[in-house]
């Protein structure tokens, strides 16, 4: 019988670890409806992070490092921008070069500013984004169930993780019933007869490569101000790639996307909570344990790519006819 505190912690947890996957899976959403492919969402995450760690240690605000971040990540979203938009260069190419830049950039800056091999010190005080207590949280917490849901599973997280869920029901409200969304999914998938309709498929597909940097640097924010305190080298940890799967596992869709991540966050959780799991008849060992998250990425990859069926136009630089 599975221990009902334990269950919780074990969500709790993975609420936690799933707001960066999250973030960075409305993202690849965002880019990849309006045609463009985007898999540097794990260079712009790490640069978002060294940004947000970096500045948030030097001004000791977590507020001024997320704007950082944020920086960060757009600048890589513009060189993308640029490439695969304006020059009709290679998606993925370009995406490639971004993770790259961003792996070695990083730990070449952390070394320059820092002498501490590509890491940052500490983040601590104001420089972290702190749990949030939320109203009534105290008052509920002996209430059974409701109460237990509401004060240990709800209330307790960063601004960030509410600002990621929030933004589910934000991105489905964008996509289907404002202008700009129905626009952005028609360039995904027939951009001509939005540019015949007077619409210009350059500057909407530039609008959702900046929406996906903003959301790459509050993923990457998370994970250097929240979710840790402080960068670390290569501290992304292949969260990119497993935001790509969740987003194809999704069929990108906001409210699918929720669930995917939320299943990855899980699986990461139950990897931390049992580092041996002991099933009676046979333990599973830690390495294994550990590599759940990335086993469930390749399953995905390989059972649901021939089924979830990407906008049309995706990947495919689009040339004005005259």
Same mark, same amino acid.
């Given at each position: 019988?599975?221990?009902?505190?334990?269950?919780?912690?074990?969500?709790?947890?993975?609420?936690?670890?799933?707001?960066?996957?999250?973030?960075?899976?409305?993202?690849?959403?965002?880019?990849?409806?309006?045609?463009?492919?985007?898999?540097?969402?794990?260079?712009?995450?790490?640069?978002? %992070?060294?940004?947000?760690? $970096?500045?948030?240690?030097?001004?000791?605000? /977590?507020?001024? #490092?997320? &704007?950082? =971040? @944020? +920086? !960060?990540?757009?600048?890589?979203?513009?060189?993308?921008?640029?490439?695969?938009?304006?020059?009709?260069?290679?998606?993925?190419?370009?995406?490639?070069?971004?993770?790259?830049?961003?792996?070695?950039?990083?730990?070449?800056?952390?070394?320059?500013?820092?002498?501490?091999?590509?890491?940052?010190?500490?983040?601590?005080?104001?420089?972290?984004?702190?749990?949030?207590?939320?109203?009534?949280?105290?008052?509920?917490?002996?209430?059974?169930?409701?109460?237990?849901?509401?004060?240990?599973?709800?209330?307790?997280?960063?601004?960030?993780?509410?600002?990621?869920?929030?933004?589910?029901?934000?991105?489905?409200?964008?996509?289907?019933?404002?202008?700009?969304?129905?626009?952005?999914?028609?360039?995904?998938?027939?951009?001509?007869?939005?540019?015949? %309709?007077?619409?210009?498929? $350059?500057?909407?597909?530039?609008?959702?490569? /900046?929406?996906? #940097?903003? &959301?790459? =640097? @509050? +993923? !990457?924010?998370?994970?250097?101000?929240?979710?840790?305190?402080?960068?670390?080298?290569?501290?992304?940890?292949?969260?990119?790639?497993?935001?790509?799967?969740?987003?194809?596992?999704?069929?990108?869709?906001?409210?699918?996307?929720?669930?995917?991540?939320?299943?990855?966050?899980?699986?990461?959780?139950?990897?931390?909570?049992?580092?041996?799991?002991?099933?009676?008849?046979?333990?599973?060992?830690?390495?294994?344990?550990?590599?759940?998250?990335?086993?469930?990425?390749?399953?995905?990859?390989?059972?649901?790519?021939?089924?979830?069926?990407?906008?049309?136009?995706?990947?495919?630089?689009?040339?004005?006819?005259?």
């Amino acid at each position: 019988m599975v221990d009902s505190g334990r269950a919780v912690q074990g969500i709790d947890s993975a609420l936690r670890l799933m707001t960066p996957l999250l973030l960075a899976c409305l993202a690849g959403l965002y880019s990849e409806r309006s045609g463009v492919f985007d898999i540097g969402l794990e260079g712009k995450m790490l640069m978002a %992070a060294f940004s947000a760690a $970096t500045v948030a240690y030097l001004t000791g605000s /977590a507020w001024i #490092g997320l &704007l950082a =971040g @944020i +920086a !960060g990540s757009m600048a890589l979203s513009l060189i993308h921008g640029l490439a695969s938009i304006t020059f009709r260069g290679n998606q993925l190419i370009s995406g490639v070069a971004i993770n790259f830049l961003a792996s070695g950039l990083t730990v070449l800056l952390g070394i320059k500013i820092f002498q501490l091999g590509g890491r940052t010190p500490s983040l601590e005080g104001a420089a972290r984004f702190q749990p949030i207590e939320l109203p009534l949280a105290e008052t509920l917490r002996g209430v059974p169930v409701i109460g237990d849901l509401y004060s240990n599973l709800l209330s307790g997280h960063s601004i960030l993780v509410y600002i990621a869920l929030l933004l589910v029901p934000l991105t489905w409200w964008v996509l289907n019933r404002t202008r700009f969304g129905l626009r952005l999914r028609a360039v995904g998938e027939n951009p001509a007869s939005v540019d015949t %309709a007077g619409v210009s498929v $350059t500057r909407l597909r530039h609008a959702a490569i /900046a929406i996906c #940097g903003v &959301l790459c =640097g @509050i +993923a !990457g924010a998370y994970l250097a101000t929240s979710l840790s305190a402080g960068f670390v080298k290569e501290m992304t940890a292949g969260r990119g790639f497993i935001a790509l799967a969740a987003l194809i596992f999704a069929k990108w869709r906001p409210w699918s996307a929720l669930f995917a991540t939320f299943l990855f966050g899980l699986l990461e959780a139950i990897a931390n909570q049992y580092p041996n799991l002991d099933l009676g008849f046979i333990t599973i060992p830690s390495m294994f344990m550990n590599a759940l998250p990335y086993i469930l990425t390749v399953i995905i990859l390989a059972g649901f790519v021939g089924r979830a069926i990407p906008p049309r136009a995706g990947g495919e630089p689009y040339v004005k006819e005259r």
